[in-house]
C-alpha cells in the first residue's frame, strides 16, 4: 500500500487535469501570437499541444504511476522538470505576451498544466522516497 501523502498528490493531479476538460484548447490565443512572426513560431500550436498531451498522458495512468519501476520514475522526473519555455526556448520572447488580459484562456491553460507538472514532480519525488 502506497502511503496517503502518494495518493493525495496523485488525486490532486487528476483533480487538475479533469479541470482541463472545462476550457478547449487555447487556439484563438495561439494563433494571436504567432501571427507576430509566422516563420518563426509556425511550430508553437503542435508543441503546446504535446506539452498539455504529454503532462495530461502521465495522468491517465492513473493509480497504475503509483507501481511504477524506479527507471520509469526517473525518467518522468526528467522529462517533466522543465516548463514548456524551458524545453522550448525558441518561444521565450512570446512568453512576457502571455497574460491575462492579452490571452486568458492560453495563460489559465498554461498556469493549470504547469501545477499539474509540480503535483506530478511531487508525486514522483515521493514514490521514488517510497522505494528506497
Not at 478547449?24 to 498531451?53: C, G, K
Request: net charge neutral; aromatic share 12%; proline share 5%.
Amino acid at each position: 500500500m502506497k502511503g496517503s501523502k502518494t495518493n493525495t498528490l496523485l488525486e490532486e493531479a487528476l483533480r487538475l487535469v479533469r479541470e482541463d476538460y472545462r476550457d478547449p484548447f487555447p487556439y484563438a490565443d495561439s494563433r494571436q501570437l504567432t501571427v507576430l512572426d509566422p516563420e518563426r513560431y509556425e511550430n508553437f500550436i503542435t508543441h503546446l499541444d504535446l506539452y498539455f498531451s504529454e503532462i495530461a498522458g502521465y495522468c491517465s495512468w492513473g493509480k497504475g504511476i503509483l507501481k511504477w519501476p524506479k527507471q520509469k520514475v526517473e525518467e518522468a522526473e526528467k522529462k517533466l522538470s522543465s516548463s514548456f519555455f524551458e524545453r522550448y526556448p525558441g518561444y521565450q520572447a512570446i512568453e512576457l505576451l502571455i497574460d491575462d488580459t492579452n490571452t486568458p484562456t492560453l495563460c489559465r491553460k498554461l498556469r493549470l498544466y504547469d501545477r499539474i507538472r509540480t503535483t506530478l514532480l511531487d508525486l514522483l519525488s515521493a514514490l521514488r522516497l517510497e522505494q528506497l
